[in-house]
C-alpha cells in the first residue's frame, strides 16, 4: 500500500525547482522503493514575475510561505528558499504546527542551528538536512546515524564545488585566480552573489553543522577562523607543487586529546599523495576518521539540481517513516533529527589551533634581510622546516617562501605583526595552514 503525504515546497530556485521536477520523473521508483508518494501542495515563491526554466503549475503558486503553514494537508515542509529570516520563521512556524521539516539552509543551521533544533525538541517534530552539507553526498545521515557508536576523531573536507573548480583550474592549468574565476562563472559554477563561497563562509557553514553533529554541541560562527580563496596566486600553487602539495579550501574539524574541538577553513596545502588532493573540479570528499570504523571517505557531487534533489526526496522518504510515530503517543522516542550530548562542549580559540604553514612574504634581494626575519622567527620560538628564496631577476625583489614547524596559530600572527614593520617587507604575508 503506498501512504500518501503532502508537501509544502518554499523555494523555486535551483534546487526547488530540481525537487519538483525529480519528485515527478521519479515519483513510481520513490512509491516502489520506499511505499510513499509526496504531492506538492503549494510552492511559495517571492517573485511570481521572475522567468523560470522549470514550468511552475499556476494552481500551486503561492505568494507567502505562510500560505504553506495554513495547509491542513501539508504534512511536511521543505524549506529551499535560502536567508536566515523568513526562512526560520517558516521553520518555526512548522515546528509549531507539527509539521515535519526538510532544509537544504546551511547558514540558517549554522546560525541558529541551536534554536531550531531547541523548538524540535519542543514540538518533537523533526528537522531533516540532507542537502545543508555537500548536496548529493549522505554526510548527514551517515554522520548522525551510521557513525553515532564512533568518537570521531576528525573530519577533513572539500565543501564547496565553486571555490574547488577555480582551485583546480589554477592548479592544473596554471590560471591566476582572477582568470580561474572568470572560467567558472562562464560556466555557470558560481553563484549570482559568490561572496559566501569565495570568502569560505559557505564551506564553514557546512562545517559547523557537521562538527555540531559529530560534537553534540554548536559551535558560534564567530569564534572560528574562516579564509577565502582570494589570496591564493599561482605563485603559491607553484612554491606548493614544489614542495609536494596541493592547495585547498579545506574545513578541518578535530577532537583533540583534551576533548576541546577544533574548527577551521582555510586554504591548506594538503600532500599531493593524499586522497583529497586528487579531488578536482566541483566535487566535494569529506574524509572521516571514527575510532571503530577507522578512516572513511565520501565523494560526490556538492551542489546542482538533481544531486540535492536526491538529498531532499531522501530525507521526505526518512520524515515519511518518522511521521506516524511523530504523531503517536510515543513521540517522545521521535528522532528530531540531532541529538546533543554532553561528551564534548568547548572549542577552541582560532589563535591556539596548532597546525603547520606556509608562509611567503615579498621582499627586498639585498644583504639582511632573511636574517631579520628569521630573528623575528626565533624570538617567538617558530622553526622553520624549509626555506625556498627563488634568484630575482627583476627590481631587486624575491619570494621568500617558508614551511614552518607546528605553532599556535596566535604566535604566528604576532610575530607576522613584527615582520610587518620592516620596511624590506614589501606585500602582506601570504599564510596557509600545511597538512601532514
Ligand atoms: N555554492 C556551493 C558550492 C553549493 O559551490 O559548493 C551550495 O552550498
Not at 578512516?295 to 551542489?303: D, P, T
Not at 612574504?361 to 623575528?376: A, C, N, R
Request: a neutral charge; hydrophobic letters at 40%; proline letters at 4%.
Amino acid at each position: 500500500m503506498i501512504r500518501s503525504l503532502g508537501v509544502g515546497l518554499a523555494g523555486f530556485g535551483t534546487v526547488g525547482a530540481g525537487v519538483f521536477e525529480s519528485l515527478q520523473k521519479q515519483q513510481k521508483l520513490i512509491e516502489e522503493r520506499s511505499g510513499f508518494s509526496f504531492q506538492v501542495r503549494g510552492i511559495a515563491i517571492r517573485d511570481p514575475q521572475k522567468q523560470r526554466k522549470q514550468f511552475l503549475p499556476p494552481s500551486l503558486l503561492r505568494r507567502s510561505w505562510r500560505d504553506l503553514l495554513r495547509d491542513p494537508h501539508t504534512q511536511i515542509v521543505v524549506e529551499l528558499m535560502g536567508g536566515t529570516t523568513d526562512a526560520f520563521e517558516l521553520i518555526k512556524g512548522a515546528l509549531q504546527s507539527r509539521r515535519i521539516v526538510v532544509t537544504g539552509n546551511k547558514a540558517l543551521l549554522a546560525e541558529r542551528g541551536e534554536e531550531i533544533f531547541a523548538l524540535a525538541q519542543e514540538f518533537r517534530t523533526p528537522v531533516f538536512y540532507e542537502a545543508a552539507v555537500a548536496g548529493g553526498i549522505p554526510i548527514i545521515q551517515s554522520l548522525r546515524d551510521s557513525f553515532v557508536s564512533n568518537h570521531i576523531e576528525s573530519i577533513h573536507g572539500i565543501l564547496n564545488g565553486t571555490t574547488n573548480y577555480i582551485l583546480s583550474c589554477m592548479q592544473e592549468e596554471g590560471m591566476e585566480y582572477n582568470q580561474a574565476l572568470d572560467q567558472a562563472k562562464a560556466l555557470g559554477y558560481v553563484e549570482a552573489d559568490p561572496t559566501l563561497d569565495l570568502s569560505g563562509w559557505d564551506a564553514a557553514h557546512k562545517a559547523l553543522i557537521l562538527a555540531a553533529l559529530a560534537y553534540g554541541f554548536w559551535v558560534s560562527p564567530q569564534d572560528i577562523r574562516v579564509e577565502g580563496i582570494e589570496k591564493v596566486s599561482a605563485a603559491d600553487i607553484l612554491f606548493a607543487k614544489n614542495f609536494g602539495y596541493t592547495i585547498k579550501l579545506l574545513a578541518r574539524i578535530r577532537a583533540s586529546s583534551d576533548g576541546i574541538i577544533e574548527i577551521g577553513v582555510s586554504p591548506t596545502l594538503i600532500p599531493m599523495k593524499s586522497i583529497l588532493a586528487s579531488v578536482s573540479g566541483v566535487f566535494n570528499a569529506i574524509a572521516i576518521k571514527g575510532d571503530l570504523v577507522g578512516e572513511s571517505l565520501f565523494y560526490g557531487r556538492g551542489a546542482g539540481a538533481r544531486p540535492t534533489a536526491s538529498s531532499v526526496i531522501g530525507d521526505l522518504v526518512t520524515a515519511a517513516q518518522n511521521f506516524h510515530l511523530h504523531l503517536s503517543s510515543e513521540r517522545t522516542s521521535c528522532p528530531i533529527g540531532f541529538s546533543s550530548h554532553t561528551l564534548y562542549g568547548k572549542s577552541r580559540l582560532a589563535e591556539e589551533i596548532i597546525s603547520s604553514y606556509y608562509l611567503r612574504f615579498t621582499v627586498e634581494d639585498q644583504p639582511g634581510v632573511l636574517s631579520m626575519i628569521t630573528t623575528i622567527f626565533g624570538q617567538y620560538g617558530i622553526s622553520i622546516s624549509s626555506l625556498v628564496q627563488p634568484e630575482s631577476r627583476v627590481d631587486r625583489k624575491t619570494s621568500l617562501v617558508f614551511m614552518i614547524h607546528r605553532a599556535p596559530y596566535g604566535l604566528i600572527q604576532s610575530a607576522l605583526e613584527q615582520v610587518r614593520t620592516l620596511s624590506c617587507v614589501k606585500s602582506e604575508p601570504i599564510l596557509f595552514n600545511v597538512e601532514m
